[in-house]
């Protein structure tokens, strides 16, 4: 049974359903912040959870190919050594549910911090969209829209 879903499940199938599975999250954040599903399953560690399974099990996929995991500290050294390291398709996989995980924690925290600040949902959804899109620059749309709406600005939230 295990190595049935070891062999289902490889690197672009994994990708097909890490981006597959984390829309319907971004969709309940955009269109359904207020709801208790939102609260239940978007911005707690559900999603984390499920997207640290994916991703220990790319880790597990990665070590049993003999994959070089001390190569990755040469993306440290230059601009070309973090480009070779994105030819391989198991580092490229691991960075891709990283990225996801992070947008989609700074896309919940978005959504918990502007129903703190009473702001609409519809004028958050733009920066959400853009979060999950492109996601620092989603996370700057929102603290403008913050600064805007509480007519602050506060380094620290």
Same mark, same amino acid.
């Given at each position: 049974m295990i190595e049935q879903i070891y062999n289902f499940f490889s690197i672009e199938m994994l990708y097909f359903w890490v981006n597959l599975g984390i829309l319907p999250f971004w969709l309940i954040l955009i269109f359904f912040p207020n709801s208790y599903i939102c609260r239940f399953f978007v911005t707690s560690i559900f999603p984390i959870f499920i997207? !640290? $399974?994916?991703?220990?099990?790319? @880790?597990?996929?990665?070590?049993? $190919? !003999?994959?070089?995991? *001390? $190569?990755?500290?040469?993306?440290?050294? $230059?601009? =070309? %050594? @973090?480009?070779? /390291?994105?030819?391989?398709? =198991?580092? /490229?996989?691991?960075? +891709? *549910? %990283?990225?996801?995980s992070i947008n989609l924690f700074v896309g919940g925290w978005i959504v918990r911090d502007s129903q703190k600040f009473g702001i609409n949902k519809i004028l958050t959804a733009f920066p959400l969209i853009i979060t999950y899109l492109i996601g620092p620059i989603?996370?700057?749309?929102? +603290?403008? /829209?913050? *600064?805007? %709406? =509480?007519?602050?600005? !506060? @380094?620290y939230d």
């Open positions: 997207l !640290s $399974g994916a991703y220990v099990f790319m @880790l597990y996929k990665s070590f049993l $190919g !003999s994959y070089n995991f *001390i $190569g990755n500290f040469n993306l440290y050294v $230059g601009i =070309s %050594h @973090l480009l070779d /390291l994105f030819s391989d398709k =198991s580092f /490229l996989m691991l960075f +891709w *549910i %990283h990225f996801i989603g996370l700057f749309l929102y +603290w403008v /829209l913050k *600064i805007f %709406h =509480s007519k602050s600005i !506060s @380094l």
